[in-house]
Every structure is written in structure tokens, then in C-alpha cells.
């Protein structure tokens, strides 16, 4: 339903600025980020340094005026606290006291006057995936969803907004953010759907334990009403309080499970390929096949959540199933691929867009589905996983078991949170390295012929993401010579190294193995023995 800019001014009030004779321009679209603005039909909600912390903004954050180009002619609207001046072209705007509360507002109508379905997706992990795979199983209907995986409070606003276009469905992502930071969101967005992907220990330096954060993940079932649907992973933790707080808001709730044949979605059988995972399920008396280009149990989990979502949208379900195929994950979201060196290929499976303790298990458990194709080492290298406050060290424990279980042939650590894992792992070639330079010389070595490599962390507060983003480079252009010994006497022979050097002209005369020496960093605690010696230490 498109509004002309006299019609978002009778709703919205303030004060309308150099809009005459252009009252009735039709605007059906909002941005409040000013390089998305590509017609006149387009508001531009202008985020103010102020008033827009509220939503989470940082407080070095621009002013959303100065994002303005002047000389834009194509916009029909901006919406902001300050007027802004000297523009070189009469764009209308509409002065308002506060831009955070207009855009809250302007959410609100819009959601209201929207009929067709909204499904809303949180959790601690999965809720990215499982909104693209629904988007990718609607894509014929062309659904409203976020852009890339932007989640926060004002970007959810802000697709709400976005409702004036009248999309067949809206498909949001919903974060911790935007359920918790000012009040609860589920009753502006009003789910016909809403879906909890998982519980898992994520963003505990900022809650006081789990159930805190289930509390807010419950919350999305709030903006359901009685005829509303829940859809719950039954696999995860707390379920049972995320099932009895959407049973208090609707008759409906619908549970799927990769291990509990009693939940309402429940596979018939999982077969993991190569790059890929093909799902049979039968519901209400019919079977039902699909692929998605993935190899977890976690985006098997996505799948079916999104299954459930889609047997709910009175569409042809296997058109829809069929179209999961067209389903591509984030980049670095258990990515395959594989590096062709001047020698041989190898495999890495990058899964460094982020990471919660649930996610990392998934991401080893899905390493381990792929391992049975590959005929080299089976390496797994992880970082930590941040934003785990005081709990750090103790939640990573709980990798003990999984890593001990795991097909890996070596694993390789990094990181302060991870040296409590490593002198704990019973069985496997495990090690612990101080910095990324370390740990990489060793994964060069290890990634042999037809080798496969998970790398996992967190995207942030760890130097590990800069480790495999280089990793697949450096392999292009790594030389090695020895790669039938084992890891210690191959970097043994690395360890070999000098270079003669004439002390009168400082040419090198001789040298040997300089490229890929370790001499130095292997050198330096028998310097620091040494020193000790000389100084009585």
C-alpha cells in the first residue's frame, strides 16, 4: 500500500519542508542507509547520533545527514531531526523530534496494514541459514528478507517498514538485540510464524547465564497470537521451556529433531555426500526428498525448521523443497573448497563467520562427515570462541569429548581459552600454538594430496580468521619436499636451515632451506636457557 508524502506526514507529524506541488509523490520503499537509495519512490529515515544509541548504534557512528549526497536528485524523501541545507535539488523533507521513535512508529503502521505471512527466526545459532533456506524454498514469490545478515534491532524495524511493498512473505531474522536491548520487538513485528533454531552458550559476557538467554529467545512467541504457529528445535537445550513458552501464546507448536522420532518433524533418513546432504521426511502421509548444498547435522536442523515453515504457507511444498537446492551459505559458513597447488589438491572447509559452542560442535561433526572422501590428513585447526565472558575457559572444555571422538589425524589450537582443551584431549595429535605465524607453518606441512582441513573460530576477538584467510595463498606458493614424514621430523628438516654470508661485501655465499626455516622461533628458548645460565637465574 504506497503512501504519498502527505499521507506520511498526516501519520508520521512533524514539520514538511520544500514540498510543494510534490504532496502526492508516492513513496513505497524506506532506506537508512543512504547508498541503497536508487529512485524518487524511496524514504531516506536519517539515524541520529542520539537518539539511535537506543537501537544499539555505536556512538562514533556518522551523523545519518552526513551520509547525504547534495547533489542527489533521485529520492523522494528524507526524514530527519535536522533540516539539511543547500541540497541541489528541492528534495522534500520531513523534520521530526525524533528519527528513532519515527522509525519505530512507521514499523508499527506498516505491520499492521501487512496480511500475508511474516515469519520471524531467532536463536543462538542457525537463524542466518534457516532464513535463507525458507527465502531460497519462497524465491518464486520473491519474499522480503534481511539484507545480508544484518539483525539488529533497527534493520528489523526497518523491514517492517518495508511492508508498504506488499511482498507475498516476509522472511526476518530476529536477534538477541532486537528482542532484549529496549523492550520486546515480537509484539511489533506479530509473527504468523516463529521459529527458535537453538539455545547455546553465546554473548555470555553480557547475560548472567543460559537460561537468561533462553528467557529472551522465548520472547519471540510473545507476538504470536492463538492461531499463530511456533517451531521449535527439540534437539536443544531447554527445549522444554522454549515448548511451554510458546504453548502459553498458541494452540500450535511444531517441534523437528534430527534424534527424536516423537518430534513433529522427524527425517526418515539423512545420507551425507560429498559437498552435499539429501533429507527424506514424510509428513502427513507423504514422502518428501530435498537436498541442500551443505554437510552439518546443524543445517540438516536448518532444513527442517524450514520444512515445517513451508508445510505452513498453503504453497506446493516439493516446488518448494526442490528450490532449497538453489540454497548458498554465508562464504565462510562451512565452505568446501578445494586449493589446487603446483603439486597436488587439498581441502579446506572454512567456517570462520563465526561461532558459538553449539556451532563449533556442529562444525567438527560435520568435518567428520566429510572425512570418508578424502584420502589425506584429516586436520581440524581451531580458535576460540569469544564473547563468552568469565565462562570462557570452562565452556571450551566441552570440546574435550568431541574433539577426542572426531576422525581428525591432527588438531591444531590457538588461543589462551583452547589450552585447557589441549592438555585434556587423550589420544590424538593435539597442539596448542601461541600465534597464528606457528600454527600455520604446521598446517602447510600437514595439508598433503587430497587432505582435508576444518577451519573454525569466532569472526572476531581472536587472530585466527587471518590465519585461513591467508592459508589458501600460501599454499599456492609453499614448497615442500618431505611429504611422507611425519609432522615432527618434516619441520624437523624445516628446522635446517643457514645462510653464509661473506662479512666484507654482506653477499650470501651459501644458503639452505631459508624460505620455510622455523630455526628462529625453535632457537629462541635455548637463548633464553642460556641467558639464564650466564645470569645465575
Not at 606457528?438 to 606441512?445: K, R, T
Request: proline share 3%.
Amino acid at each position: 500500500m504506497p503512501l504519498t508524502i502527505k499521507e506520511l506526514h498526516d501519520i508520521l507529524g512533524g514539520e514538511l519542508y520544500d514540498a510543494k506541488n510534490k504532496e502526492n509523490n508516492i513513496i513505497n520503499n524506506f532506506e537508512n542507509w543512504f547508498p541503497f537509495i536508487h529512485n524518487k519512490n524511496t524514504a531516506y529515515i536519517s539515524p541520529n547520533k542520539k537518539t539511535w544509541r537506543r537501537f544499539g548504534r555505536s556512538p562514533n557512528a556518522k551523523e545519518g545527514n552526513e551520509y547525504i549526497r547534495k547533489d542527489k536528485e533521485d529520492l523522494g524523501l528524507i526524514i530527519t531531526e535536522h533540516y539539511v541545507s543547500n541540497m541541489s535539488y528541492k528534495i522534500p523533507q520531513l523534520v521530526v523530534k525524533d528519527s528513532a521513535q519515527t522509525l519505530s512508529n512507521l514499523a508499527e503502521k506498516m505491520r499492521i496494514q501487512y496480511k500475508n505471512p511474516v515469519i520471524a527466526i531467532t536463536g543462538s545459532m542457525g537463524k542466518s541459514s534457516t532464513r535463507m533456506l525458507i527465502s531460497a524454498g519462497l524465491k518464486d514469490y520473491m519474499p522480503l528478507q534481511n539484507r545480508y545478515n544484518n539483525n539488529i534491532r533497527s534493520a528489523v524495524y526497518l523491514l517492517l517498514c518495508k511492508l508498504i511493498r506488499q511482498p507475498n512473505f516476509a522472511v526476518l531474522e530476529v536477534s538477541l538485540n532486537a528482542l532484549n536491548a529496549v523492550g520486546n520487538s515480537s509484539y511489533l513485528i506479530k509473527p504468523n510464524i516463529a521459529i527458535v533454531t537453538g539455545i547455546g552458550a553465546a554473548h555470555m559476557s553480557t547475560f548472567k547465564d543460559i537460561l537468561n538467554i533462553v528467557e529472551v529467545k522465548a520472547s519471540i512467541f510473545d507476538g504470536l497470537d492463538s492461531n499463530g504457529i511456533a517451531i521449535i528445535n527439540k534437539d536443544t537445550l531447554h527445549s522444554d521451556i522454549l515448548i511451554n513458552r510458546a504453548k502459553e501464546n498458541t494452540k500450535n507448536v511444531i517441534t523437528y529433531s534430527t534424534s527424536d522420532s516423537n518430534a513433529t518433524i522427524y527425517p526418515k533418513s539423512i545420507e551425507y555426500n560429498k559437498g552435499f546432504t539429501d533429507i527424506t521426511v514424510e509428513f502427513e502421509g507423504n514422502e518428501y526428498t530435498y537436498r541442500i548444498n551443505s554437510i552439518s547435522n546443524g543445517m540438516v536442523e536448518n532444513s527442517l525448521a524450514s520444512f515445517a515453515a513451508l508445510t505452513q504457507l498453503n504453497i506446493p511444498l516439493q516446488k518448494a523443497l526442490d528450490n532449497l537446492i538453489t540454497f548458498k551459505p554465508f562464504e565462510k559458513v562451512l565452505n568446501l573448497k578445494e586449493i589446487k597447488t603446483s603439486k597436488f589438491r587439498v581441502n579446506l572447509i572454512d567456517d570462520t563467520h563465526n561461532a558459538s559452542l553449539p556451532a563449533m560442535i556442529n562444525a567438527i561433526k560435520a568435518f567428520d562427515t566429510q572425512t570418508k572422501f578424502f584420502k589425506g590428513n584429516k586436520i581440524i585447526a581451531i580458535g576460540k570462541i569469544s564473547d563468552l565472558g568469565k565462562h570462557s575457559r570452562k565452556l571450551h572444555l566441552q570440546l574435550v569429548n568431541v574433539l577426542e571422538n572426531s576422525n581428525a589425524d591432527y588438531i591444531l589450537c590457538m588461543d589462551d581459552d583452547l589450552k585447557g582443551v589441549v592438555t585434556r584431549v587423550k589420544n590424538k595429535h593435539i597442539t596448542w600454538y601461541s600465534n597464528r605465524f606457528l600454527m600455520e607453518q604446521d598446517l602447510l606441512y600437514l595439508c598433503n594430496n587430497d587432505s582435508i582441513t576444518l577451519l573454525k573460530s569466532s569472526a572476531g576477538g581472536t587472530e585466527f580468521p587471518k590465519l585461513a584467510k591467508d592459508l589458501s595463498n600460501n599454499l599456492l606458493t609453499y614448497q615442500k619436499d618431505n611429504s611422507n614424514s611425519s609432522l615432527f621430523d618434516g619441520q624437523s628438516i624445516n628446522g635446517r636451515s643457514y645462510i653464509i654470508v661473506n662479512n666484507n661485501d654482506y653477499k650470501i655465499i651459501e644458503q639452505y632451506n631459508s624460505e620455510n626455516s622455523s630455526t628462529i622461533e625453535g632457537l629462541g628458548p635455548i637463548f633464553n636457557y642460556l641467558k639464564g645460565i650466564d645470569d645465575n637465574i
